[in-house]
C-alpha cells in the first residue's frame, strides 16, 4: 500500500490517556514526515478528514463510529485504537501501536472495505450508517407496526418494538443482543431483527445487499 502522507488523531475527550496516546503517535508520525492534526472537536467536524490519507481514532467503536459520516464525504482510511471494552471496530491496542504505528505509516497495512447503508426518509433527508438503522416509535417507548417490503414486494408487518437493519460490521451490536444472527465483516447482506415482537412467528431476515427496502407505518 502506499505510505500515508497525512494523518488526523481523534482522541476520545473522556479518556484521559486517549489524548497523550495521540500526542506520542503523532511524534511518530513527525518522524516520518507525515502531515498531522488532532482533532478534539466532538462530533467531528464535516469537512475535518478532507484531502487525508488517514483518520486514527484513539477511544472505543462510539468514538471510531462518530467519524464515519466525515470519512465517508471525504474517502479517508480509518484506524481505530481500541481504550474501550469490546473494541469490534476499534482493534489495535495501544500498545501494539506504539511498536507498529511507524510501519504502518510506510504502507505495511491493508484497507478492509466495509458495507455502509444508505436511509431516506419520506421527506427525502439521508442519512448513512456503518453498524445499523434503527426504527422505533417517536417518542422512544411502545409497540409500533410497521410493513416492510423488498424491491416493492411485501415481506412482513411488524408489531413490535422497533426494527433493527445491520451491516455485518454492526451484527454484533444491538442485532445481536435482540437475537440476530452475526455475519463475517465481508458477506454481501444485510439483517432485518424486530425488537420484541408481539408474536412467536417473527424472527430475522437476511436480505443481499443489493436490496431496497421500504418501510411504512
Do not use: W
Amino acid at each position: 500500500m502506499q505510505a500515508i502522507e497525512s494523518i488526523v488523531f481523534v482522541p476520545n475527550q473522556l479518556k484521559a490517556e486517549a489524548d497523550a496516546i495521540a500526542v506520542e503517535l503523532e511524534k511518530i508520525a513527525h518522524k516520518e514526515g507525515v502531515k498531522t492534526k488532532i482533532e478534539r472537536t466532538y462530533p467531528v467536524p464535516q469537512d475535518t478528514l478532507d484531502g487525508v490519507d488517514l483518520c486514527c481514532v484513539i477511544g472505543g467503536d462510539g468514538t471510531l463510529l462518530s467519524v464515519v459520516p466525515a470519512a465517508l464525504q471525504s474517502g479517508t482510511a480509518v484506524l481505530g485504537i481500541n481504550l474501550g471494552k469490546l473494541g469490534f471496530l476499534a482493534t489495535m491496542s495501544a500498545a501494539s501501536a506504539g511498536t507498529e504505528f511507524a510501519s504502518l505509516l510506510k504502507g505495511n497495512y491493508k484497507v478492509t472495505p466495509r458495507a455502509v447503508f444508505k436511509a431516506t426518509t419520506a421527506d427525502g433527508e439521508s442519512a448513512y450508517a456503518l453498524n445499523d438503522i434503527v426504527l422505533k416509535e417517536a417518542r422512544g417507548y411502545g409497540l409500533v407496526r410497521l410493513q416492510v417490503k423488498a424491491e416493492g414486494q411485501r415481506v412482513s408487518e411488524y408489531h413490535s418494538d422497533g426494527l433493527i437493519f445491520a451491516t455485518p460490521t454492526g451484527s454484533t451490536a444491538y442485532n445481536l443482543s435482540a437475537g440476530g444472527p452475526i455475519a463475517a465483516p465481508d458477506a454481501e447482506v444485510f439483517m432485518m431483527t424486530p425488537i420484541c415482537p408481539h408474536t412467536l412467528g417473527n424472527r430475522s431476515v437476511i436480505f443481499g445487499a443489493q436490496t431496497e427496502l421500504t418501510v411504512e407505518n
